[in-house]
């Protein structure tokens, strides 16, 4: 199989995913569970290596470019943010520091927001994708995840944004809590009693999610139910909080699936008018497009 002409990566907190290109053609395509989470510093190139080293031709420099966790301050090298409001992608890439002369590695700079504090890393880079597949698009961007980001978009720039803890705590209590006794498995009725009470009352949340437990203990309730109850009191928690953002506006939900159907249903329980976006594809595109702000490939630098 031919070397790519270049590398995307799209390095989160729990994995690392990339693709080798000839052009915007995939021809390659690996991934890991080496994310920033697993990392110190100097692990981030043996864990990039241990994916494309057989990919990287001698003699040759190949350009990686890196969206995600890579550039945060616990990252491979820190990219500052960008100061919102402003477009998706802007300015230029950081350049982090490699030993394997094959590889020049540059990072895309998140994007902050000063008041109310909040920070977006990787997920410009979907939202900047998704707007060279929807040029002129103006609305509201969900992009569900472990970190779940609700994203004003209007003339190409990001106006607001706000982050919420939906997946990571999802996972936390259903993995790590009492509540993992009592969850397992899916039920869609589950799922939207959850988002029922939770939009309905999220100040109830904390003694809404005791009940699964107890409900489990005294009354035998279907695994599958809870856990499907679980994610929907707790999305339906954030979509309470969300809804300045999704009110009155069309929404695109950029993620993967069944999240992106999740989030889909629970807001189509209110109308609102939504769209579903793969992450993958989103995240490609606004790699490819952040490639053009590369400078000339230069040999990296060596400690």
Known sequence: MSAPDWIAADWGSAHLRVWGLSGDQVIRHASSDQGMGQLAREGFEPALLALVGDWLPEGQVTPVVVCGMAGSRQGWVEAPFRALPCAPLGGPLVQATCRDLR???????????????DVICGEETRIAGFLVRN???????????THSKWVH????????????????MFSLLS???????SVAGWADEGFAEGVAQGMERPER????LFSIRAEGLLEGRDPAFARARLSGLMIG?????????WLGQRVAVIGAEPLVQHYAQALGTFSVPVT???????TLAGLATARALLPQT???CVN
């Open 175 to 181: 993995k790590s809590s009492v509540l993992r006794h």
């Open 298 to 300: 230069k040999r990296p």
């Open 153 to 168: 978009v209007s003339a190409g720039e990001v106006v607001s944004c706000q982050s919420f803890l939906t997946g990571e």
């Open 276 to 282: 579903r976006h793969d992450a993958t594809e989103m």
């Open 135 to 145: 040029p002129g698009w103006d609305g509201v961007i969900c992009l569900p995840g």
């Open 237 to 245: 928690a954030e979509l309470a909080a969300a809804k300045p953002y």
């Open 103 to 117: 590889l020049a590695v540059h990072v895309v700079p998140g994007l902050k927001q000063v008041k109310p504090a």
């Open 205 to 208: 949340l904390m003694a809404r």
